[in-house]
């Protein structure tokens, strides 16, 4: 069963960086499809960026791909999530999620953390 634990979150103001980061279970980035999901209050959720066994990433917008980055190091189990440039609409649940599929790019994700708080003020 994949372990997903979410750390990093906190508060700061718009303009500024913070890196989640998502310790897994052994083997997990190695094997699986990896994302970040996150879920701004009284909205639902959004994938923000995925990573596949290869390192090859995909962002869910334009704005994200130029604001964040998605990494993985499989020597430490964990994904992380650079995120640079908040603005207030960032604020959010951040959560990792992990899926066995062979098409990283067609993934459904079936493991989830318990999420990590981002809140960024202007």
């Known amino acids: 069963q994949v372990r997903l634990v979410e750390s990093g979150g906190g508060s700061v103001q718009a303009g500024g960086s913070l890196r989640l980061s998502c310790k897994a279970s052994?083997?997990?980035?190695?094997?699986?499809?990896m994302a970040w999901f996150r879920q701004p209050p009284g909205k639902e959720r959004e994938e923000v960026a995925r990573?596949?066994?290869?390192?090859?990433?995909?962002y869910a917008a334009p704005s994200l791909k130029a604001r964040f980055t998605i990494s993985k190091d499989d020597s430490k189990n964990t994904l992380y999530l650079q995120m640079n440039s908040l603005q207030p609409e960032d604020t959010a649940m951040y959560y990792c999620?992990?899926?066995?599929?062979?098409?990283?790019?067609?993934?459904?994700?079936?493991?989830w953390g318990q999420g990590t708080q981002v809140t960024v003020s202007s």
């Open positions: 052994d083997y997990t980035t190695r094997d699986y499809c």
């Open positions: 990573i596949n066994v290869v390192g090859r990433t995909a």
């Open positions: 999620a992990a899926s066995a599929a062979l098409s990283c790019s067609k993934a459904q994700f079936t493991s």
